[in-house]
Nanobody, 113 residues
């Protein structure tokens, strides 16, 4: 059974940082493209970043987070991370992990003073 469990969300002030984690199980993690999406209130879910299997392919970032967010993976721990720096109020959303056609339940990130 595929499981994706996100953690690390919370309340942070503008300009602050958070690191999200997504622990995966039930599939061959090292062979999977892993992604982070987010959904803000009243908006559609959007792709934030994805990371291919560790074989040199290009990592993708949306324009809205490029230069501020970093996606990474640890295949020994079956975990994908999203390091978020210089957070802005418009980054407020529920952040979801996606991999192997499955979604996690999400973790709330709120950026507010």
């Amino acid at each position: 059974q595929v499981q994706l469990v996100e953690s690390g969300g919370g309340l942070v002030q503008p300009g602050g940082s958070l690191t999200l984690s997504c622990a995966a199980s039930g599939f061959s993690f090292s062979s999977a493209v892993m992604s982070w999406y987010r959904q803000a209130p009243g908006k559609q879910r959007e792709l934030v970043a994805f990371i291919p299997p560790t074989d040199g392919h290009i990592i993708y970032y949306s324009d809205s987070v490029k230069g501020r967010f970093t996606i990474s993976r640890d295949d020994r721990k079956n975990t994908v991370y999203l390091q978020m720096n210089n957070l802005k109020p418009e980054d407020t959303a529920i952040y979801y992990c996606f991999g192997f056609t499955s979604w996690g339940r999400g973790t709330q990130v709120t950026v507010s003073s």
